[in-house]
Structure formats: C-alpha cells, structure tokens
C-alpha cells in the first residue's frame, strides 16, 4: 500500500500568519490517465471530515480561498496563507491513484 | 437538502454483527460508487470498502474482508455494510462517503464499539 506522510503532526498557529502541511507518498501519485488523485480533507472538533481540494489543486466548492494546494509527483502542500479560529482542527492528505486509497496520519492545528 | 445520515451503529461483543445503514438524499445516489470510511477513537481515518453504482463491483480493505459486506439498494437511495465476526480492532465511527476515493460527500457517522 502507498504509504502518506504528512508533517508537521502538530501545528500551533498564531492567526492571522500563514501554515504549511506537507504531505509525501511513497510512490508517485501520478495516474496512467495522467491524472494525479490527492486529495486534502479538513476535520473540525467533533465534525465529519470535508473535503478542501481533489487533483492537487482543485477547491471544492465553498472552500475560502486562503487555502490553497500545490505539489506534484510524490511531494505535495497543503498552505493557508492567514489562519482563522475557524481552521483549527486535523488536516489529512489521501491519495487514489494506487488501490487501495490511503490517508495520511493527520496534522492537528491549534491556536497558539 | 444533500445528506448522507448513517444509522446502526451500537455496542456488540467480540464474535457479534451489527449491519450499518445509510440514507442518501438530495443528489442521484445510482450514478455514484459509495465508499465507508472509518476513524478508530483518537485516531486517523482507513477506507474499509466501496461499491460501483450498480453494485457489481465492491473492493474491501484486506483486514475486513470475508467479515464485511457492502452492498446497496438504489430504489431506497440506500448503503449498507454488513459486519460480522467483529472484533475489539473494529471499534470506531464509521463514515459512508460519496465516490470511489474522492469523497466529496461524508455523513456524521455512526459509532460502533466492539467490547466484552
């Protein structure tokens, strides 16, 4: 199974300052359709996982636009550019290109 | 509204079965392969299982499999897994997801605790 590794696993932000999540696979993540299938979720306190982006990039729909998502091959960014109250909470990569689909370990945010 | 609401979750013995159900609403259930997810307490998430929209195919992580069965009923807009022979390893909140491994829809979950 491919293996993800995010880091930090801890993250004390102050708000307002950016953050940065790294997330590294074992294997390239790029699909033979060409397609790179990583994805980021956030979890809020006592809430269901939802997803930020899908393909690397890509933003769901209502996700602010202080998040963003870069990387490519098996290195890959989750970065806020001004954290709010409102993103404390665990961070986890997933990949689908390789079966079966795995997730990271999960960063936890918090507020300093 | 688009949901997904589980149900089923509960306590059980080593050894026991408890079948999860759940309900989608708002968007064509038929047209999406259906994922479960779980997150064991304090800890990160794990696919369990999926189901291609018609049914015809399903994948299953390898500690689950030949105890757990997916399945689905596109007339009642319905997901279900099946768990038997469950054991102290299984106990977490389980999650039913849209999509193959994209997951762009989650329910609230369901708790299932497997203790003696």
């Known amino acids: 199974d491919v293996v993800m590794t995010q880091s930090p696993l801890s993250l004390p932000v102050t708000p307002g300052q950016p953050a940065s999540i790294s997330c590294r696979s074992s294997q390239s993540l790029v699909h033979s359709d060409g397609n790179t299938y990583l994805s980021w979720f956030q979890q809020r306190p006592g809430q269901s996982p939802r997803r930020l982006f899908y393909?690397?990039?890509t933003r769901d729909s209502g996700v602010p636009d202080r998040f963003s998502g870069s990387g490519s091959g098996t290195d890959f960014t989750l970065k806020v550019s001004r954290v709010e109250a409102e993103d404390v909470g665990l961070y986890y990569c997933m990949q689908g290109t390789h079966w079966p689909p795995t997730f990271g370990q999960g960063t936890k945010v918090e507020i300093k | 509204e688009v949901q997904l609401v589980e149900s089923g979750g509960g306590w059980v013995q080593p050894g026991g079965s408890l079948r999860l159900s759940c309900v989608a609403s708002g968007f064509t259930f038929s047209s999406n392969w259906m994922s479960w997810i779980r997150q064991a307490p304090g800890k990160g998430l794990e696919w369990v299982a999926n189901?291609?929209?018609?049914?015809?195919?399903?994948y299953y992580v390898d500690s689950v499999k030949g105890r757990f069965t997916i399945s689905r009923d596109n007339a009642k807009n319905s997901l279900y897994l099946q768990m038997n022979s469950l054991r102290a390893e299984d106990t977490a909140v389980y999650y039913c997801?849209?999509?193959?491994?994209?997951?762009?829809?989650w329910g609230q979950g369901t708790m299932v605790t497997v203790s003696s």
């Open positions: 997801a849209r999509g193959k491994s994209g997951y762009d829809m």
């Open positions: 393909r690397v990039s």
């Open positions: 189901i291609k929209q018609s049914g015809s195919e399903k």
